[in-house]
């Protein structure tokens, strides 16, 4: 039976697509005329294919030649004339006559069309069949005809996923060296050592089923500023050998640290620098007891107690573990089985950093917040009045928080809710502010203890300079949070913070060595699956297309630029147009939104901007000079140490200029009474 043109088969609809995709490119070189639809209607709203349109204009101009001037859309020369319609949609119109040599589409315009949509659909999860319906629409226009039918085509979806069995589940690896070698293609290479950070941690497919991911992440600290799958597993449960799930990445690394990595006809040697892993995935991999057991201290000996159905750990002077002391297997008490990882060079302590964003923001900052809510009240708890008025201080601040944080504070009765990166918010900025004239004296002063250490260990510089200070400050911390809270809360996360200025001395700061970034790349891995079947080959497949999208990686700003160009500010004597609502930073942005309105100068004056304009050709900012009242705490240190300060704010204080060059960093300000706010500076915004 024949079947019906209007559901032709695959083949034969691909054998059409060829055939007129032909008869265009035939047309075009002829001189035929054609028309390229390329904008919606109007007044619709732009969506993300319709920038990659915009973004690939070249595209479209190939087709215009060279004599049009595109400027004037009213031209008297005949051989070119364009056409807008009602419609809003651009309608070209192009002969030529048979001298004309003009420049049309070239296959490396396509090659760059192509690259955009593979960025486009895997920036945006977007699913195989609306990128193979977006790919049929544009083949219908000729400046679009040579772009592939099918989005495995465009996406080079592998068709075949091979895994193997690690019980209880599968596992696929995809290679650290393929990895490696996508990320350097197109780079220049300055360093002779490339620094691998691993990761290991699982998650959950979904609520309904007991599916769940492990993948085995690595990251490269020189190179890139995302992590990539080196290896992934999925079963109803975790691996039940890691030296089964480990085989394959231990051997690979063992022959890449013998051979090296070769680049550009040289050899490059690879340093596995770190493990980044919370206390339940170290323990997995290194064939350790769990945090919860009594020797599941993985820095030091000490030994556990076991008070009110728990493991506690009171012990703060215990004699250190070693590598060696680790291989030797000095404390058999500490070791459940073999680690794979001792087969390859490589720290099983001191590469082992303990991860703040588990031990301290998800860890003890949680375990005090709640201890405060809902702790005993024979031993501390606040009233229901207290937490209400906390909890209303951090409403007031919300509109208040900078657009360098990705959320707004919470009440307290959410925080079982709170995600790390608002545990880190409070206990560096918001929880000093908030705590205030609520917390009791001796409660306040513990807390500011933890929050001067953590902020002291965030930095840079002063991870080096005050890491003694800070050692003492965390050692201080948890003798007296058993003294206040009671012994039972001492916790593996309480313990652990003893350890925490030990890592920075050898990682340097912590956020070079937290999880944030691996735990950012488990969430889009969990987004990659949109069935229950075979999530596994779903994940790798995903994955693979991603990789053949090149790691691009942001080109990174030098330059300090102003943008949302207006005229209505006001400008003092000597400034000029233009003005800008906006001055982008290297490292942060400035605005004149409340928020992101205040800076610290290099000579220590806080300033709230209220214009940015032209000064002889350069930038500057007008603003206003905040009056700093005093130090907003003066225990265990002052807080002018950190440039942490109050102000007030006052609306009469007269307009300054100050050059761009003299903004040390951007600030946030919180508000405590009427016009005081607190200042802080804002880590990494050092401009």
Same mark, same amino acid.
């Given at each position: 039976?024949?079947?019906?043109?209007?559901?032709?088969? %695959?083949?034969?609809?691909?054998?059409?697509?060829?055939?007129?995709?032909?008869?265009?490119?035939?047309?075009?070189?002829?001189?035929?005329?054609?028309?390229?639809?390329?904008?919606?209607?109007?007044?619709?709203?732009?969506?993300?294919?319709?920038?990659?349109?915009?973004?690939?204009?070249?595209?479209?101009?190939?087709?215009?030649?060279?004599?049009?001037?595109?400027?004037?859309?009213?031209?008297?020369?005949?051989?070119?004339?364009?056409?807008?319609?009602?419609?809003?949609?651009?309608?070209?119109?192009?002969?030529?006559?048979?001298?004309?040599?003009?420049?049309?589409?070239?296959?490396?315009?396509?090659?760059?069309?192509?690259?955009?949509?593979?960025?486009?659909?895997?920036?945006?999860?977007?699913?195989?069949?609306?990128?193979?319906?977006?790919?049929?629409?544009?083949?219908?226009?000729?400046?679009?005809?040579?772009?592939?039918?099918?989005?495995?085509?465009?996406?080079?979806?592998?068709?075949?996923?091979?895994?193997?069995?690690?019980?209880? =589940?599968?596992?696929?690896?995809?290679?650290?060296?393929?990895?490696?070698?996508?990320?350097?293609?197109?780079?220049?290479?300055?360093?002779?050592?490339?620094?691998?950070?691993?990761?290991?941690? =699982?998650?959950?497919?979904?609520?309904?089923?007991?599916?769940?991911?492990?993948?085995?992440?690595?990251?490269?600290?020189?190179?890139?500023?995302?992590?990539?799958?080196?290896?992934?597993?999925?079963?109803?449960?975790?691996?039940?050998?890691?030296?089964?799930?480990?085989?394959?990445?231990?051997?690979?690394?063992?022959?890449?640290?013998?051979?090296?990595?070769?680049?550009?006809?040289?050899?490059?040697?690879? %340093?596995?620098?770190?493990?980044?892993?919370?206390?339940?995935?170290?323990?997995?991999?290194?064939?350790?007891?769990?945090?919860?057991?009594?020797?599941?201290?993985?820095?030091?000996?000490?030994?556990?107690?076991?008070?009110?159905?728990?493991?506690?750990?009171?012990?703060?002077?215990?004699? %250190?573990?070693?590598?060696?002391?680790?291989?030797?297997?000095?404390?058999?008490?500490?070791?459940?089985?073999?680690?794979?990882?001792?087969?390859?060079?490589? =720290?099983?302590?001191?590469?082992?950093?303990?991860?703040?964003?588990?031990?301290?923001?998800?860890?003890?900052?949680?375990?005090?917040?709640?201890?405060?809510?809902?702790?005993?009240?024979?031993?501390?708890?606040?009233?229901?009045?207290?937490?209400?008025?906390?909890?209303?201080?951090?409403?007031?601040?919300?509109?208040?928080?900078?657009?360098?944080?990705?959320?707004?504070?919470?009440?307290?009765?959410?925080?079982?809710?709170?995600?790390?990166?608002?545990?880190?918010?409070?206990?560096?900025?918001? =929880?000093?502010?908030?705590?205030?004239?609520?917390?009791?004296?001796?409660?306040?002063?513990?807390?500011?203890?933890?929050?001067?250490?953590?902020?002291?260990?965030?930095?840079?510089?002063?991870?080096?300079?005050?890491?003694?200070?800070?050692?003492?400050?965390?050692?201080?911390?948890?003798?007296?949070?058993?003294?206040?809270?009671?012994?039972?809360?001492?916790?593996?996360?309480?313990?652990?913070?003893?350890?925490?200025?030990?890592?920075?001395?050898?990682?340097?700061?912590?956020?070079?060595?937290?999880?944030?970034?691996?735990?950012?790349?488990?969430?889009?891995?969990?987004?990659?699956?949109?069935?229950?079947?075979?999530?596994?080959?779903?994940?790798?497949?995903?994955?693979?297309?991603?990789?053949?999208?090149?790691?691009?990686?942001?080109?990174?700003?030098?330059?300090?630029?102003?943008?949302?160009?207006?005229?209505?500010?006001?400008?003092?004597?000597?400034?000029?147009?233009?003005?800008?609502?906006?001055?982008?930073?290297?490292?942060?942005?400035?605005?004149?939104?409340?928020?992101?309105?205040?800076?610290?100068?290099?000579?220590?004056?806080?300033?709230?901007?209220?214009?940015?304009?032209?000064?002889? %050709?350069?930038?500057?900012?007008?603003?206003?000079?905040?009056?700093?009242?005093?130090?907003?705490?003066?225990?265990?240190?002052?807080?002018?140490?950190?440039?942490?300060?109050?102000?007030?704010?006052?609306?009469?204080?007269?307009?300054?200029?100050?050059?761009?060059?003299?903004?040390?960093?951007?600030?946030?300000?919180?508000?405590?009474?009427?016009?005081?706010?607190?200042?802080?500076?804002?880590?990494?915004?050092?401009?």
């Amino acid at each position: 039976m024949k079947r019906s043109r209007s559901a032709p088969s %695959k083949r034969s609809f691909q054998k059409r697509v060829k055939e007129e995709s032909e008869l265009i490119l035939n047309s075009i070189i002829t001189g035929e005329c054609t028309t390229v639809p390329i904008s919606s209607s109007e007044g619709a709203v732009s969506s993300p294919i319709h920038h990659i349109l915009e973004d690939s204009s070249i595209v479209i101009r190939k087709c215009i030649p060279d004599s049009v001037d595109e400027t004037d859309y009213s031209t008297d020369d005949e051989t070119s004339t364009l056409d807008f319609t009602e419609t809003s949609e651009l309608s070209l119109n192009v002969s030529h006559s048979s001298s004309e040599s003009d420049e049309w589409l070239h296959v490396e315009d396509v090659v760059d069309l192509k690259d955009s949509l593979r960025g486009w659909a895997n920036e945006n999860n977007v699913t195989l069949s609306a990128v193979s319906k977006l790919l049929h629409i544009l083949n219908k226009h000729s400046c679009f005809s040579t772009l592939p039918v099918d989005a495995r085509t465009l996406l080079k979806t592998p068709i075949i996923v091979k895994v193997k069995s690690v019980p209880p =589940g599968e596992y696929h690896h995809f290679g650290l060296l393929n990895c490696v070698n996508q990320i350097l293609k197109d780079k220049t290479l300055t360093f002779d050592e490339i620094k691998l950070q691993g990761n290991v941690d =699982g998650i959950p497919i979904s609520n309904s089923s007991n599916k769940q991911f492990w993948p085995i992440q690595g990251f490269l600290p020189q190179l890139s500023r995302i992590p990539f799958i080196i290896g992934i597993y999925c079963g109803d449960s975790k691996p039940d050998s890691a030296c089964v799930y480990l085989e394959d990445f231990v051997s690979e690394i063992r022959e890449i640290l013998t051979s090296g990595i070769p680049f550009q006809g040289k050899q490059y040697t690879l %340093k596995l620098e770190v493990f980044i892993c919370d206390a339940p995935a170290r323990a997995f991999i290194a064939g350790i007891k769990n945090h919860t057991g009594y020797y599941g201290c993985g820095k030091c000996t000490t030994k556990g107690s076991y008070v009110e159905n728990r493991v506690i750990f009171k012990d703060v002077n215990a004699p %250190k573990r070693t590598d060696e002391s680790f291989r030797n297997h000095e404390q058999s008490e500490h070791h459940n089985t073999r680690s794979a990882l001792e087969d390859l060079d490589v =720290g099983l302590v001191s590469c082992f950093p303990l991860e703040y964003m588990h031990l301290v923001c998800l860890g003890v900052v949680r375990k005090l917040i709640k201890l405060w809510v809902t702790g005993d009240y024979k031993v501390f708890r606040l009233q229901s009045s207290q937490v209400q008025s906390i909890s209303n201080n951090l409403e007031n601040c919300k509109k208040y928080i900078s657009s360098e944080f990705a959320r707004d504070p919470r009440p307290f009765n959410e925080v079982d809710r709170w995600k790390a990166t608002e545990l880190r918010q409070f206990v560096l900025y918001t =929880g000093p502010v908030v705590l205030k004239s609520v917390l009791d004296k001796k409660h306040y002063n513990l807390f500011l203890k933890l929050h001067v250490a953590i902020t002291i260990l965030v930095n840079n510089r002063l991870c080096i300079s005050q890491n003694e200070f800070a050692a003492t400050l965390l050692k201080s911390f948890v003798q007296k949070f058993g003294l206040l809270y009671g012994e039972k809360h001492m916790s593996y996360n309480v313990h652990g913070l003893i350890h925490l200025s030990e890592d920075c001395l050898k990682f340097g700061a912590l956020d070079n060595f937290s999880a944030f970034k691996f735990e950012n790349n488990l969430q889009f891995l969990k987004q990659l699956i949109t069935s229950s079947r075979l999530p596994l080959q779903q994940a790798c497949r995903r994955i693979q297309e991603r990789n053949n999208q090149l790691f691009k990686t942001n080109p990174v700003k030098t330059l300090i630029t102003g943008q949302n160009e207006y005229s209505s500010g006001t400008l003092l004597k000597n400034t000029f147009d233009p003005q800008y609502k906006t001055l982008s930073f290297p490292t942060c942005e400035l605005s004149l939104k409340m928020g992101d309105n205040v800076c610290l100068m290099k000579d220590m004056k806080v300033v709230k901007c209220e214009n940015f304009a032209t000064q002889s %050709k350069r930038l500057v900012v007008i603003g206003q000079e905040l009056e700093i009242i005093s130090d907003h705490y003066e225990k265990p240190c002052s807080s002018n140490d950190f440039q942490i300060s109050r102000v007030k704010f006052n609306s009469c204080t007269l307009l300054k200029v100050w050059h761009i060059k003299d903004i040390k960093c951007k600030c946030l300000a919180l508000p405590l009474k009427n016009d005081v706010f607190v200042v802080f500076p804002i880590i990494h915004t050092e401009i």
